[in-house]
């Protein structure tokens, strides 16, 4: 069976996406007020090791890209799926629309509270926000069908990450937004599969999904 992405869930997601947005700025407000930025009044640093920071996953082209994904390889919506440095939730709360389950991994302890009051705001119960550097120990990814993350990392990221996706099982989707994951697309693990007509040598390209499969051993 294939994945249907229900129309009623665009009015949904925009009501969690303004109470997100709303939280972002009041973090941004009172962790650095000095340094707020008219265009980027959303971001705010966190506690997270490499200094990345928060910032959203835009839910609009979240969801047009699972459409994407699943004209690419098959999704029920019976996939449980992990968000590593879930910060706000906003990836998670779409992703707990459309599958069955969602784990994200968040080090800021402020941040996972806010994800999880906003959470409990529009009753999404198969949501499980859990406080933990994903990095140390390295999360198990062997339990998800879905691997997303949006920049967690500044610093090392295509190491890290690369190392980290190891475990991901047979199958697996790993969608990467805004990071060109070379480091997976040279690994014989993975296949590449968005986008179709994706250069390796490209350094970055913003508001894009990099998704690739994990190939069996
Ligand atoms: C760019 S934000 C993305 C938030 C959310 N996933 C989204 O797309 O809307 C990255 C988040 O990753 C968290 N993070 C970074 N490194 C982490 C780590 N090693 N373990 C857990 N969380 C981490 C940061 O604190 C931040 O909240």
């Given at each position: 069976?294939?994945?249907a992405i229900k129309p009623r869930i665009n009015r949904l997601i925009d009501n969690i996406f303004q109470e997100a947005n709303a939280t972002a700025?009041?973090?941004?407000?009172?962790r650095h007020p000095e340094r707020r930025h008219p265009e980027h009044e959303n971001y705010f640093e966190t506690n997270?090791?490499?200094s990345a920071g928060h910032d959203f996953?835009?839910?609009a082209s979240l969801l047009r890209h699972i459409e994407t994904v699943s004209h690419l390889v098959p999704l029920t919506g019976e996939e449980s799926v992990v968000s590593l440095g879930s910060g706000l939730g906003m990836d998670s709360f779409v992703f707990a629309l459309i599958f069955c389950s969602v784990t994200g991994f968040e080090v800021d302890q402020e941040v996972i509270t806010e994800a999880?009051?906003?959470?409990?705001l529009f009753g999404l119960t198969n949501i499980n926000f859990i406080k933990r550097n994903f990095l140390e120990p390295k999360v198990d990814l062997s339990?998800?069908?879905l691997v997303y993350f949006y920049k967690p990392l500044e610093y090392d990221f295509e190491k890290k990450i690369g190392e980290l996706v190891q475990s991901a099982k047979p199958g697996a989707i790993v969608i990467s937004r805004a990071f060109p994951h070379r480091a997976l697309h040279r690994q014989?693990?993975?296949?590449?599969i968005y986008p179709f007509d994706w250069d390796?040598?490209?350094r970055f390209m913003a508001s894009d999904y990099y998704t690739a499969v994990r190939l069996k051993d």
């Open positions: 069976m294939r994945l700025t009041r973090l941004a407000q009172i997270c090791p490499g996953t835009d839910p999880r009051r906003i959470q409990a339990p998800y069908d014989k693990k993975f296949k590449v390796p040598t490209c």
